[in-house]
């Protein structure tokens, strides 16, 4: 799956390349770059406003009364329209794909094909229902440590599992020059800590809550009720030691390097080292802790809470006994 992932972008990325010339002008420019219009636009400025009473006025003020938002979008910029250019353009590639790709793909275009047409067959999809999951709630029920569950967290990149933190690479932002492990807070099903924590989220939270219970209804785990009750409890901790998004933003705070023997003293009672060898990063030395403040809170949650209760399989103590 990871292969074809990686064969899957990888043909994105070179076609979309490609399906950014004009038909019929390809050998001739490809290797040159398309501008559009460019310059001081002049007929966008209001030239009844002074620029000492409002430059941005004075500057834009015709383009705003002339251009409308549209109705699907946020606002109106040249960045929204190559976005809406460069999904279009994908979606014609893997449609494309889509209708030559066979069952048994051999090229890289067959398997994007494939694959792109595996993911929009709905009817297979309805068909099938919770029997491709079956191996990973296998294991969950079958899960009698905070070692295999750290496990089972660590494959969140490869598989369908997900847990209280989420790792990625990315250019180290004090040495940019090469790529660094990032590894932030996670596990909230809402959008955010304050759909958990905030009155006027009251409602969301608590459909939040049936749609848990009737996912748990359908895959027929037991106890389903209470374990969608205890769930939304535990995220409801989760969001409780959790950064708010404002100070997401301070990325001196989020930036905390550290040995991995550091950082289980900073977050004990987490199986780090099985997390992290299940992730792929066996042989990391150094990680970068976002949350910092966050992670002592988020590892003592999962230690309080009784996870035998959510797996409805019981056999799991608090950390310690």
């Given at each position: 799956m990871i292969m074809i992932r990686r064969l899957f972008f990888t043909f994105v990325w070179s076609a979309c390349v490609c399906a950014c010339v004009p038909n019929g002008r390809q050998a001739a420019t490809a290797n040159k770059p398309q501008y559009g219009s460019w310059g001081f636009d002049a007929a966008g400025a209001d030239n009844t406003t002074k620029p000492g009473d409002d430059f941005f006025r004075y500057a834009n003020g015709a383009w705003l009364d002339s251009t409308e938002i549209p109705p699907d979008k946020p606002a109106a910029s040249l960045r929204?329209?190559?976005?809406?250019?460069?999904?279009?353009?994908?979606?014609?590639?893997m449609e494309e794909a889509a209708g030559k790709a066979d069952h048994q793909p051999a090229t890289v275009?067959?398997?994007?094909?494939?694959?792109?047409?595996?993911?929009?067959?709905?009817?297979?999809?309805e068909q099938l229902g919770a029997a491709a999951l079956e191996?990973?709630?296998?294991?969950?029920?079958?899960?009698?440590?905070r070692e295999e569950l750290a496990a089972l967290m660590g494959r969140h990149n490869s598989d369908f599992e997900s847990g209280i933190f989420e790792l990625f690479i990315d250019v180290d932002l004090k040495k940019p020059k090469r790529y660094t492990v990032y590894v932030t807070q996670a596990g909230l099903g809402l959008p955010d800590r304050d759909y958990y924590l905030k009155p006027d989220f009251a409602a969301q939270k608590a459909k939040y809550q049936t749609y848990v219970y009737t996912l748990l209804r359908k895959l027929r785990w037991p106890?389903?009720?209470?374990?969608?009750?205890?769930?939304?409890?535990?995220?409801?901790?989760?969001?409780?030691?959790s950064w708010t998004r404002e100070q997401d933003r301070d990325v001196v705070a989020t930036y905390n390097p550290m040995t991995i023997a550091e950082l289980e003293h900073l977050a004990p009672g987490f199986a780090w080292r099985v997390y992290l060898a299940n992730a792929g990063f066996n042989a990391l030395t150094?990680?970068?802790?976002?949350?910092?403040?966050?992670?002592?809170k988020l590892a003592a949650n999962l230690c309080r809470y009784s996870i035998s209760d959510v797996t409805g399989m019981g056999g799991l103590q608090d950390c310690g006994q």
């Open positions: 929204l329209a190559m976005t809406d250019l460069t999904d279009q353009r994908l979606h014609d590639i275009d067959d398997k994007v094909g494939a694959f792109y047409k595996s993911f929009m067959d709905e009817s297979r999809v191996p990973q709630l296998d294991a969950v029920r079958a899960a009698t440590s106890d389903e009720d209470a374990r969608a009750k205890e769930l939304v409890a535990f995220e409801t901790r989760i969001a409780e030691a150094r990680i970068v802790v976002a949350e910092k403040s966050a992670f002592p």
